[in-house]
């Protein structure tokens, strides 16, 4: 809606009036006028002022204006959604009373930096209006004015702006002012006439930037020229018309209409300006334009990019409405810059973003491509991202075929951006007639590196495509590997893809490359690409070799050293542990090691021929040289001048870590190069390193090699996995790069053993048997950096030539077969012609599919720039030629021979027949022959299977002859059995090797431990071996299990792994001859076994696999009584050294004995050793001394368990019995007794103390019979006590609430008070000491509290302390009680004094205890709202109301005393009677609210209300008065237990409704379970209801510890001295 206010103008009746009402235009079609019938305070009549429209739909604002005479400066607002005016207060000084002046709304950036120094500046922004010139003045004056005042609307507050920069313009009024971002636009207007130089007439153009409140100069601005410099200006001089900037994309527009020219001369000119290049344009204007005018209402509708223009002046008031749309020329305010991506495909679906400037957030998003010609469009919608983004998906355009369209926005209904981005539309991707082509696709792959191909899209048509965008899927499966890294895919945007892949390990994979054809459809269907899939083989980079020569065997120490000049590896063996070559942790530490490599150079140096001095071998030990070149092992032993010295291991890694920071790598990394044990994690060094960089990993080879450093292999961090892989660091770069990566299983890679020689990787493993080194393999890296081994053009170039020779080949030798003669009976011709036929037949998709790659690889090479092009296409073009005759003339050639073809087929057929038969026999006769029995030796089976091999060569030649003879005639099927069954011959050939194979490597090995020493025999060698062979038996396939062979190297194995253990067992040091006898009567054969020269023969000749149970039994015998010997040993070892310790007693001369705890752990474990040595079936052999150590063990461990007890309790009972008089006056039978227990105890305690050695002092004769008795004494002491200290308690209840260590020491000094006072907290809770005087010190005073009160016992007397200790506690708390109730009857009469029934509430307070304080005021409160109730009960409605006002008067005296100065305690006070009285201020507005008239209303009753009064019930004697609180129909009397100044709980509606529970249970005799969540104030309630009862609570932290008797005496203590008791967490 617009909305328009005001003005001059005439009546229906054609008077002239100036007006105050306020209409509402609505700018929807049809538009309507609509008269608002505003509330609130309309501005009066008024016309020549101004209207802004505020931010945030805030409404309309309206300043100044004109009427009779009159000029204003109120200020107005409109609220235009409720229709309402309101006059807005503002501070400040208002501009002076004007008209014909402007108002412009601004938002200002306001810059607010952080607190700290430096921090980031934050742009936020302030709405402002700013109102320049006018006619007017303060008070009578008139003039025009050039003066600029602002309005805050976030303040709404004036301020007139003295101080602008730069060359204001002249006074004036009816000029226009239109804002551009924070720059405002003053054009023309009229002010005073200065002569004939100055008509007072503008027509000049002003900008003021108000952020910097500066008026700007125009470009190349001089003051000196005699023309300087000036912004645009008008096309005449004007004033009364109108302005108006619309927002646009990248530059506003500024609007100018109407107005005067000249006087009476009107104007209906429409300029334009361009605001950043400040130009004036020339649009074409459709439609007619209205007529001219002056004084026009102008507002700019940004929905429909409308301007609409209303009335004004010519000669008469005018009423026409128009409207200038102006989308063509501002457009939205928004634009659309580029589309990304810029092209797609015709059936639409493309995801594009649109970027461009300033778009608005809305669902309404329209998107429109557009042909250029504008004939072909289709829309689709939009989604908002940002303001710099909108999302969409290309529409479908296949019925407009492929072209470039423009692409344009709308949002909200907008019109379309007059900026325009582009789109281009191409005709889909065809898989099946798409290409690939390059080296990824070629023979001779290899795993673990990278190849990569190219991939030329074509589209439907079969043509090229130009850009890029297909969805492209490089997918590899089979092999021998899951884990294949996902391929690279390239896009070049030309319709061309580099595909990038690898795989893991060596074998065949099945390779697919797919694209999907309507890459933007909901479902993702990828169709093959014309020649996918295929099957790719990829060979090891790996080159395994085949040594020769004695080779080098592993032991426990073994270093690698190469000699990279001469291509050698040197191993260095040595038969002891190695820990390998320690690890630097810091340069420093390198240090000296560096200098020692600097020093021995060439020592350690690659030629390998001297060793460092200082580092001699330490025993004749081997070093094994293997020569790379002729794959040749030779040995020499460490320290002959034959061989190579060992180098220094330490300094050449320190001499490595030299050379590696010496290249330019980072320190930290260099460290973790020479640091492979302890590994590395962070190889980018915290992301500074760029490149693919190795996973964290240990155990890796680093060498320099030339400027960079290769890094090999290793283990995963976690030890989860190895790696097989080579990585390259450029220090210079500073940048990681990949060379290869393989997969290899971690038990191979923990197995081998690996080196850099030079350019090469060695590495070393032992075979399948032994520790021999068999197996060698090299990585060779050189061709890994050779950069012709990944020119596209140079590998490619090659293979099309060699691929085009071989076509050439193959197409020609097609040519020549079918165009030979044939005769009939020209068996040789016929064949040749058939062959050629065949060739035609089965490879014609093959050669189609070759030309056409070649002929794209060609094309393809072109556009690279490669060599040769034209010269290759030439010898395609030959090719095709004649392959395109080959393919026309088969068809008659195959015709002309089929009556030759069809003679010679039935002689075919028969000698078929014939070899098939032959074939039969031959299997059955292989199979019955002798190298399938276990009778004959490996080596006269390898004699037979060696002739069988030749044998069945010969047949497989002849079997190939008749498949191709079969194949030509179409007689595959014919030949089928006879190949199946040769394909059988020769797997059971290979099988019934492998099995003797197995069978010589297992008799080997068993020969030669045969003649093994005895005292020599390897057990974990021979079970390791064991162990291989009996998983190489079971890995054999299942079909051999039935042949005799199989069974007998099966039988051997398992006769031998049977054996194994059993040698194991023997080799055990716990055989004695006893056993050894044991064993000959067994097996009833006889050896020595003390001979120096028995061996495993020896042994093996029992035939231990027949008696392995008995051989086990045997030898558990031996091990059990070798163990229980050993025992034995030990205990005799342990326990004569073993003594008690010895502690004295408190001053006197006992010691008590003690055991240290770990010779009682000791004790223990060695009870259950020999309680296990007990129930061993071998006991026999040892049992005297096995039962003499478990009576001794028994003996300590029970002696020393009386012993502890019975000490414990003498020390307990001996500080009572002869310690306390009290205790020997009350218990003097008892004591009697105890002494008697104590000189019986001192006695045996010096038994102890002489032995001392544990054994002997607890096997004294007769030490157990004597504990027991002191044990009983003891005991019959302890109830005794127990029974005195119970008589105590029920005398003062109080006792039970302290521990017992606690009441002994009070009984103990029962005649001294001062000492008894010291516990005095733990009986009186709100007591923290008594004020004692006298001499001695025995007459209560005072009461302290824990706070720091001081309770004077004057009113009562002070209490002398004397007699039994529980007698006076009761007179204490008897004559607490009494001091507090006298105390609280004086408190209550000073109240109606001092305090002035309230009035002085404060200074009352001072001058009473805490408690007491707080116990009247709840009294007065009670009283007060009693009487206040029976007011309004009498009729006095107000009564209760009044009391409100005074209770609130009176806790603002409280407040206001609390911030003054007050000490802590009446501090304290003050607050806890502000807590209770707010409470009482909250009853009695909700009694007042709730309209409660009478006393026995529920919401009073319910109120814990304290009463002071006389009455003969709960306790009180009715004789004086008492204090009583009443809640519900419960009624208590206070209790005066004295409380301290304690904080008060703040009392809410909960603590109300709990006051109410807690209090009908005790009412009711029940107990009360307040429930909830920790922390929600149920133990703090319940304190704070006991302490407005005045009683003792205490509060017991349950725990699994208390049982029922602890419970017990709780609930004795609890019932007897009227207390409370607080069970926290109970459940």
Known sequence: KAVLFGGSGVTA???????????????????????????????????????????????????????????????????????????????????????????????????????????????????????????????????????????????????????????????????????????????????????????????????????????????????????????????????????????????????????????????SHLGIMDVRSNSWVAPIVAGSAPGAREDCAFAYDPATCNILFFGGWRQKYMSDLWTLNVAGIAGPPYAVLRAEPHTGPLTGGTPITLHGLRFVESPMVQIRFVSADGKREANVSGAFQSPEAITCKSPDFTKFGALEVVVRVSINGDPFTVNEASFIYYANTMA???????????????????????????????????????????LVSGGPSDGIEEARVIDFDDGTYEVSYSVPSAGEYTVALQIDENPNDPDSVFSDVRGFPRTLAFAEAWQKLTPSGTAARLKGYLRLHSDPAAGRVFVFVKD???????????????????????????????????????????????????????????????????????????????????????????????????????????????????????????????????????????????????????????????????????????????????????????SLAKGSVGDAIEQLRVLDIAPLLDPKAHDFKTIMLDSTQKQLAELTTLVNGLHVAISTEAAEGDTAALHKVMLGLKGVRDRSVELDYSTDQLADLIAYMGTQGAAQTEA????????????????????????????????????????????????????????????????????????????????????????????????????????????????????????????????????????????????????GEMEDETKTFTKMVRGLDKTVRDWNAYRGVDMLVKNFAMTVPCIADLKSPSMRDRHWEKLMSITSKTIDIHNPNFKLSDMLDLELHNFVDDVGEVVDQATKEDKMEQTLTKLEETWKDIEFKFDRHAETEVYLIRMQEEDFEMLEDNQLVVQGMMASKYLATFEEPVTRWQKDLSSVSDVLGIMLDVQRKWAYLETLFIGSEEVKRELPADAERFAGIDANFKVQLKGFLEKKNCVQACAAEGLAKQLDSLTGDLELCEKALADFLEAKRRIFPRFYFVSQTMLLDILSNGNRPWIVAKNVNAMFQGVKELGLKGEPATTVHTMVSNEGEVLEIQMKGPLKLEGKVENYLNQLIERMRDELRAQLGRAIEDYQTTGSAGKERVKWLHGHLAQLVLVVTQFEWTKLTDDALDAMAAGRRNALQDYRTDQLSMLDDCIKAVQGKLDKLNRRKVMNVITLETHSRDINAGLIEQGVDRKDHFLWLGQLKTRWETGAHHGSDGLSPDAFLYICDAIFRYSFEYLGCAPRLVITPLTDRIYITATQAAHLILGCAPAGPAGTGKTETTKDLSAQLGKAVYVFNCGPEMDYLTMADIFKGLASSGSWGCFDEFN
């Not at 971002?181 to 930037?209: E, P, Y």
């Not at 792959?445 to 969805?471: C, E, I, N, Y």
């Not at 390259?728 to 770069?733: G, T, W």
């Open 13 to 267: 009746d054609g008077a002239p009036a100036v007006f105050n009402e306020t209409w509402l235009l609505s700018t929807a079609e049809p538009m309507a006028w609509e008269k608002a019938g505003a509330k609130g305070d309309a501005p009066s009549p008024r016309w020549r002022h101004t209207a802004t429209l505020l931010p945030d739909d805030g409404g309309v604002l309206i300043f100044g204006g004109l009427h009779r005479g009159r000029r204003f400066n109120d200020t107005h607002v409109f609220h235009t959604e409720r229709k309402e005016w309101e006059i807005r207060e503002c501070s400040g000084s208002a501009p002076p009373p004007r008209s014909h002046h402007t108002a412009s709304l601004v938002a200002v950036p306001s810059e607010e930096a952080d607190a700290e120094e430096g921090a980031e500046v934050t742009t936020a922004s302030e709405q402002k209006i700013f109102i320049i010139g006018g006619y007017g003045g303060a008070g009578t004056t008139r003039d025009f004015l050039s003066d600029l005042h602002m309005l805050d609307l976030a303040t709404w507050s004036w301020t007139k702006v003295a101080s602008v920069r730069g060359s204001p313009p002249k006074a004036r009024s009816d000029h226009t002012a239109s804002v551009s971002g924070t720059t405002i636009i003053v054009q023309g207007g009229r002010g005073w006439s200065a002569g004939k130089g100055s008509t007072g007439l503008f027509d000049d153009t002003h900008l003021l930037d108000v952020a910097a409140m500066e008026w700007l100069e125009p470009p190349g601005y001089n003051p000196d020229d005699e023309e300087p410099a000036a912004w645009p200006k008008l096309n005449s001089t004007l004033w009364n018309h109108q302005a108006i900037c619309v927002s646009s994309v990248p530059s506003d527009k500024l609007f100018v209409f109407g107005g005067q020219k000249a006087p009476r001369e009107y104007s």
């Open 432 to 474: 099946k007639k798409s290409m690939a082509f390059g080296p990824g696709l070629l023979p001779g792959l290899q795993a673990g590196r990278r190849h990569s191909f190219v991939l030329q899209a074509k589209d439907l048509g079969g043509k090229l495509r130009t850009t890029g965008l297909d969805p492209v899927k490089f």
């Open 576 to 762: 002891r542990a190695d820990s390998g070559a320690p690890d630097y942790g810091t340069v420093a530490e390198v240090a000296p090691a560096a200098a020692a490599a600097e020093e021995g150079a060439e020592t350690a140096g690659g030629d390998g021929e001297a060793a460092s001095e200082s580092k001699a071998a330490s025993a004749p030990d081997m070093v094994y040289t293997f020569d790379l070149p002729s794959s040749a092992w030779s040995s020499a032993q460490l320290g002959d001048d034959a061989g190579p010295a060992e180098p220094d291991f330490e300094s050449l890694q320190a001499a490595k870590l030299r050379a590696f920071q010496q290249a330019g790598v980072p320190e930290k990394l260099a460290l973790a190069l020479v640091k492979p044990r302890a590994g590395f994690e962070d190889w980018t060094l915290d992301g500074t390193l760029g490149g693919k960089a190795p996973e964290g990993r240990t155990g890796y080879l680093a060498e320099l090699l030339g400027d960079k450093v290769f890094v090999y292999g290793g283990t995963r961090s976690d030890g989860e996995g190895a790696y097989d892989d080579l990585h390259v660091f450029d220090p210079a770069e500073r940048s990681w790069s990949r060379l290869y990566s393989a997969e290899i299983e971690q038990d191979v890679a923990a197995a081998r053993h690996c080196v850099f020689c030079g350019h090469k990787v060695v």
């Open 872 to 1019: 290759l296409q030439r010898k395609l073009d030959a090719v095709v030629e004649v392959l395109s005759a080959v393919k026309k003339t088969a068809p008659q050639v195959r015709k002309a021979v089929r009556p030759l073809q069809d003679a010679e087929a039935m002689r075919v057929i028969a000698t078929l027949q014939e070899f098939e038969e032959k074939i039969a026999g031959e299997r059955e006769a292989f199979l019955e022959g002798d190298v399938f029995s276990s009778e004959l030796s490996f080596d006269a089976a390898y004699s037979q299977l060696n002739a069988v091999a030749s044998h069945m060569a010969d047949l497989e030649r002849e079997s190939h002859k008749m498949s191709d003879l079969a194949e030509l005639f179409e007689f595959g099927d014919k030949v089928q059995a006879a190949r199946e069954t040769m394909a059988k011959m020769q797997d059971e050939r290979i099988r019934i090797k492998g099995v003797w194979d197995l069978q010589c490597i297992v008799q080997s090995q068993l020969d030669e431990w045969r003649q093994v020493l005895w005292t020599d025999v390897s057990v």
